[in-house]
């Protein structure tokens, strides 16, 4: 019975151990505690702009004879212009719907990576090495009883 106690007890906290710290709140801690690793830099990313369709009329006073003519560009840009009487023309202007690239510039932190030396690798696992050696103890003084 106290065998089977101090196996689950063992069990129990081992498994509280290994998952009460997740990678993220980790290295929240270690950037609150070194801030010097966190580096701001800026990332230029291409976005994209709609550009809506428009329509623009208007009219000119003019003397000629009455015609018709469409334009075409290009670029899809359409220009259409009447001559309504002898005096006015009117003149329509039509822009298609297009999409065009805008380089922005967008701020992120990145982390600085410095490679710890054996020395450092070492002394970062100690206190895991303590942690596993004390709960070998108390597990050995419950199983003794």
């Known amino acids: 019975m106290r065998k089977q ?3 689950i007890l ?36 291409e976005a994209l702009v709609p550009i809506p369709s428009k329509t623009a009329t208007f009219s000119l006073d ?4 009455d015609s018709m003519i469409s334009i075409k560009g290009a670029d899809s840009i359409e220009l259409t212009y009447a001559v309504l009487n ?4 009117e003149v329509i202007v ?35 090495i303590a942690l596993v050696i004390l709960l070998l103890l108390v597990a050995g003084l419950i199983l003794k009883k």
């Not at 151990?17 to 580096?39: D, H, I, N, V």
């Not at 003019?62 to 004879?65: D, F, I, P």
């Not at 719907?97 to 030396?117: F, G």
Request: hydrophobic content about 45%; charged content about 25%.
């Open 5 to 7: 106690k101090a196996i």
């Open 10 to 45: 063992f069990l129990l906290i081992s498994v509280l151990l290994f998952t009460a710290c997740s990678p993220q709140k980790r290295l929240e801690r270690l950037l609150k505690r070194y801030p010097e690793l966190l580096a701001h830099d800026t990332v230029i990313k």
């Open 62 to 65: 003019y003397r000629l004879r």
């Open 94 to 128: 039509y822009v298609p719907p297009d999409t065009i690239e805008v380089p922005v510039s967008v701020p992120v932190d990145r982390i600085k990576y410095i490679k710890p030396d054996n020395w450092g690798m070492f002394i970062e696992k100690i206190p895991y």
């Open 86 to 89: 002898d005096s006015v023309i």
